[in-house]
């Protein structure tokens, strides 16, 4: 485990309270949410679950044995009638859900009777297709209405799904449909991407050749692209749905019945099904997503412009808004298209006042120049988020004064798939935000940093823990009891290890410093190094490889990777080419090494372990640390000259 190095580039006198128009009109503006918190944990987050609607209700609020927690014991609920019916039943029918915008320019508007009408509807198509309570289903969409259609579906009918991030290869679409052992894949001819097809359906059928548990697909006409579709296995979303019946019973679920299924990188190369249950899950996402972003759902329009194959689509694109009752954006493409001022158009188009987005994006606005976010009015925007890794002081200043125009409030949620919803943010009408720190941990919940011996730090750096038990936390690794524990609850004793370094400043400020494992954070998206080197070693040519995360001012961190050949294959650009090419193909566009260093050995300690460390020392041009453990001292000076020889991709 790596230290948690502290950054100098921290600017801790910076402060911005909220402004005081904001925290007048908050729907909280004071310490009461953390004092009754602080009072009763437990009753605390009763009245958050109380705020849904429950068949029956629960027993017991939380019952923890380390390291498995249940939530509201005894309960049932529905998560799509929480979603939709409650709020039409409410006389809210006719409220926009989401104002969808296709990257070509087409649109759509759904209403929340509309979302509910096509969610039965679908909910019985996938009965009809033998889909039952507890099947897994799983999902590879692009950003398309009937994306949350499918997931809302699924809770309909108890069905947990498994949504595959449209941009992963059809080898990671195989390995995470194997692992849930799914029944139904939901897919598209395709979807638009910077002005072009990206086509899914092949890779759907290339995954689905190799998963025995699937028996049927449904596949969304989007992009009317040629696809090959399989008699009495795949099937028209829009024949089925002409043909299906428009009402469907909600099942009545257990609070800790399986909700979703979503796979994160861990630090091996296999990728771990994180397991999210019902009710708890529901109660948090709901919770922050109303507070965090002080969501006022009858005049505020929200946009969260991640995708819905990562678990910010999943909480803060679909559950949480739809719980709440919002009014969304929703958008397909890239922001470049046609030009690189289209989420500015969307955002004053569609009047957007609460907008979410990654630092990453943020840096490349900043590159590409404050005159596309002026030639919009954005004085609608009330409140600026950010969330997926580390923002930079200059990325936070920036975004506050040429998107949200000086004054609004920046709310740097910290999180993770693991975690289900936004731990550590500040609560906007409260806190008072010092740019790049993500302030304090919400009401409800215990965050503590501790050193190497796992004692308490109360200033200074430190790895991030988690000190009780929360309702929307993991509740393990689908299939893996054992890893769940290993990888979470060993470290610490009874603390959930988060797998980052963190600095607490003398004013009890947390400052993210990312990850101090193996996984790399590449635009806000997690890598892990570990599979990268797998599917480099995957290719015929290549003996060893070592790959590293190395800090880059756009994508937060780049993939480098050193690669030895194999005897008889000769290191060349051309050869570069074809093995970024080869990891694309294996596990996604995402994991594609930004930079390829050919070597002919790599730096080992006498034991054999490769050391890392000095590998991102070369990659980000440091001076070297410590090398007297190495093996052979040679190697280093031999990468460092390879390195500096090697061009970088874009
Ligand atoms: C990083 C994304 C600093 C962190 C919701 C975490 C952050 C990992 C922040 C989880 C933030 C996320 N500041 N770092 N505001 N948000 N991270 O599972 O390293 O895709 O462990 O969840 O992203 O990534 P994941």
Known sequence: MAEPTIEAYYLEDRTFPPPPEFAANALTNDHSLYDQADADHQAFWAEQASQLEWFEPWTSVCEWKLPFAEWFVGGTLNVSVNCLDRHVAAGK????????????GDTRTITYAELLDETQRFANVLKSLGVARGDRVNIYLPMIPEAVVAMLACTRIGAPHSVVFGGFSSEALRDRILDAEA???ITADGGYRRGAVSPLKPNADAAVAETPSIEHVVVIQRTNNDVDMQ???DHWYHEVMAEADPTCEPERMQAEDLLYLLYTSGTT?????????????????AFTHKYVFDLHPETDVYWCTADIGWVTGHSYIVYGPLANGATSVMYEGTPDTPDKDRFWDIAERYGVTLFYTAPTAIRTFMKWGTDFPARHDLTKLRLLGSVGEPINPEAWMWYQEHIGGGNCPIVDTWWQTETGAILIAPLPGVTTTKPGSATHPLPGIGAELVDEEGTRVDVGGGYLTLTQPWPAMLRGIYGDPDRYRETYWSKFGDRYFAGDGAKLDDDGYLWLLGRVDDVMNVSGHRVSTTEVESALVDHPTVAEAAVVGAKDDTTGQAIIAYVTLKGGNEPSDEHGQLLRKHVATKIGAIA??????????????????????????????????????????????EIKRRAAETPTEE
């Open 93 to 104: 029918g006719d409220k926009v859900a989401f104002h969808w915008e296709g990257e070509p």
């Open 231 to 233: 008699d009495g296995r």
């Open 269 to 285: 190369g296999k990728p771990k099904g994180i397991m999210h249950t019902t009710g708890g899950y529901l109660t948090q996402v």
């Open 183 to 185: 029944k139904v894949l």
């Open 592 to 637: 594609r090494p930004k930079t390829i260093i050919f070597t002919d050995d790599l730096p080992k300690t006498r034991s054999g372990k490769i050391m890392r460390r000095l590998l991102r020392d070369v990659a980000e041009g440091r001076v070297l640390g410590d090398t007297t453990t190495l093996a052979d001292a040679s190697v280093v000076e």
